[in-house]
C-alpha cells in the first residue's frame, strides 16, 4: 500500500517537472506567433525572448525592424505576465526545498510545501488569464500597417512593423502543462498530508486510548 512518503516523493517529483516546464515557457519566444503571409516570415514574441524568423531577404530588414521594437517595447500585460511566472518559479523551489526537508517529517509541517505549491498554481493561472485575455483584445482591435504605407505608425509599437494575424504558441502552451503538474503536485500533496506515515488515514486518538483502556482493564 502506498504511504505517505511515496506520496511526498511523487510530490516533489511532479512539482520539479512543473519548475523546469515553467522556466522554459518563460525563456522561449513563442508565447505569441504572428503569421505575416505578406512579407512570408512567422515571427515568434516570448516573454523575455524573440525570433525575428524570416524567409526571403525582403522579409529580413522590416523582421528586424518589427523585432527590435517588439523587444524594446514590451507592453504592460506581458511584463505582469512574466512577473507573475517568476513569482510562481519561486514559490516552487520553496516548495520543493520544504518537501524535501519535512519528507519524514510530520504532515503539519509537510502542509507549509503545499501551500507554497498551491500559491504557485494560482499564479500561473493568473498569468494565463492575463495574457490570453489582452491578447484576443489587441487581435480584435489591431490595426495593420504595411512598413512602407506613409501613415504615421501607431503609439503601440508592438504592432507596427509585425503586420498579420498571430496567435498564442506553444510557450503559452508549456504554462498550461505546468499548471496541470501543479494540480497533479496538489493533489498529491493534499493526499499525503491527510495520512500517517504507515499509509493509513489518521485516527482519532481518543478512540484508541479508549480501547486501550478498555483492554488493559480486562486483562
Keep these: 500500500?502506498?504511504?505517505?512518503?511515496?506520496?511526498?516523493?511523487?510530490?516533489?517529483?511532479?512539482?520539479?517537472?512543473?519548475?523546469?516546464?515553467?522556466?522554459?515557457?518563460?525563456?522561449?519566444?513563442?508565447?505569441?506567433?504572428?503569421?505575416?503571409?505578406?512579407?512570408?516570415s512567422n515571427q515568434k514574441t516570448g516573454l523575455v525572448t524573440t525570433d525575428c524568423g524570416g524567409n526571403n531577404q525582403q522579409a529580413e530588414m522590416h523582421q528586424r525592424q518589427g523585432c527590435q521594437q517588439t523587444t524594446d517595447n514590451r507592453q504592460s500585460y506581458e511584463k505582469w505576465t512574466l512577473a507573475l511566472l517568476i513569482i510562481s518559479a519561486i514559490f516552487q523551489i520553496i516548495g520543493i526545498i520544504s518537501a524535501l526537508v519535512t519528507l519524514k517529517s510530520g504532515t503539519k509541517i509537510f502542509l507549509?510545501?503545499?501551500?507554497?505549491?498551491?500559491i504557485a498554481l494560482i499564479l500561473i493561472i493568473i498569468a494565463l488569464i492575463v495574457y490570453g485575455s489582452?491578447?484576443?483584445?489587441?487581435?480584435?482591435?489591431?490595426?495593420?500597417?504595411?512598413?512602407?504605407?506613409?501613415?504615421?505608425?501607431?503609439?503601440?509599437?508592438?504592432?507596427?512593423?509585425?503586420?498579420?494575424?498571430?496567435?498564442?504558441?506553444?510557450?503559452?502552451?508549456?504554462?498550461i502543462v505546468a499548471g496541470i503538474f501543479l494540480v497533479f503536485a496538489a493533489i498529491f500533496g493534499i493526499i499525503a498530508a491527510f495520512m500517517s506515515g504507515s499509509g493509513e488515514f489518521p485516527r482519532d486518538t481518543g478512540v484508541i486510548q479508549n480501547h486501550r483502556v478498555q483492554a488493559s482493564m480486562a486483562a
Design 1 to 40: 500500500m502506498v504511504n505517505s512518503i511515496d506520496l511526498k516523493g511523487g510530490f516533489i517529483i511532479i512539482v520539479i517537472m512543473a519548475f523546469i516546464i515553467t522556466l522554459i515557457s518563460i525563456f522561449t519566444p513563442a508565447w505569441k506567433v504572428l503569421n505575416n503571409n505578406n512579407q512570408g
Design 112 to 118: 507549509n510545501a503545499l501551500i507554497n505549491v498551491i
Design 134 to 175: 489582452k491578447i484576443n483584445n489587441q487581435q480584435n482591435n489591431n490595426q495593420y500597417y504595411q512598413p512602407r504605407q506613409p501613415q504615421h505608425p501607431p503609439q503601440n509599437y508592438q504592432n507596427y512593423g509585425m503586420n498579420g494575424n498571430y496567435s498564442l504558441g506553444y510557450s503559452f502552451s508549456l504554462s
